[in-house]
Structure formats: C-alpha cells, structure tokens
C-alpha cells in the first residue's frame, strides 16, 4: 500500500528571512511531500508568488527593512492560499491580512502543515 504525504506535489513558496527557520520549514514541507522554493526578502516574495504552480505560501510579516504584508496581498489577489507565520499579534496581522490563518512564532512544523492543509482544502 502506497502511503501519501500531506503536501505531496503541491509547490510552498517560504517567504521568511531568518535563515534557520527558514531552513526548519523547507525540512518540515519537503518531508510533508511538497516542493519549495524560499525568498528571504519582499521583492523575491513578489517574484516568486508569480510562479505559476505556486499551490500555496508560508508568510514572515517582518523580512529585515521590508514588509511581508506586500507579498501577502499580492497572494490575495492572485488567489493563492497562504499562512502567516509570525511574531506580531494577531490584530496586527488582521489589518494586512484579515482572512489568512495566523500561526505564532515560534510554532511546531505539524501546526504549520496542518494550517497550510486547512487553506488547500
């Protein structure tokens, strides 16, 4: 019997700049089954959320000088699910980001698989 994985298939961009994280979530999504591709910055975010297999995306709120909130519109708009994953309080998030499921800093990589898999299905 085959058994699959949560994300199998499915293309996760990581929009998250501290580099250790960022590396946990790529191990904890690859080892769910998906591909994915990582930008450390706001304009690599926006870049890459034009990927057209982008299933779905992971959201720092703050990158260095930048602002994920940006990256996060642009994934509304163009109709792909999201996650933010972040450090600022949930009515912070809101006002960017009203309808994306909030995961806290620091969070378990099963909590973060599970939201991605809330927002897929």
Do not use: W
């Not at 298939?9 to 790529?26: F, S, T, Y």
């Not at 994915?36 to 260095?64: F, I, K, N, Q």
């Not at 163009?78 to 960017?96: C, K, M, N, Q, W």
């Amino acid at each position: 019997m085959m058994q699959t994985t949560p994300l199998a298939g499915r293309l996760v961009l990581i929009v998250e700049d501290e580099l250790l994280i960022a590396l946990d979530l790529q191990t904890a999504l690859r080892s769910a089954g998906a591909k994915v591709v990582s930008a450390g910055y706001v304009e690599a975010g926006l870049y890459m959320s034009d990927h057209p297999a982008l299933s779905a995306a992971v959201v720092d709120l703050r990158l260095g000088k930048g602002d994920g909130a940006t990256v996060c519109q642009r994934l509304q708009r163009l109709g792909i699910p999201f996650v933010v994953h972040t450090a600022y309080s949930a009515e912070d998030v809101r006002r960017h980001c009203p309808t994306a499921p909030i995961i806290k800093k620091p969070a378990r990589p099963e909590l973060i698989i599970a939201a991605l898999m809330s927002v897929l299905n």
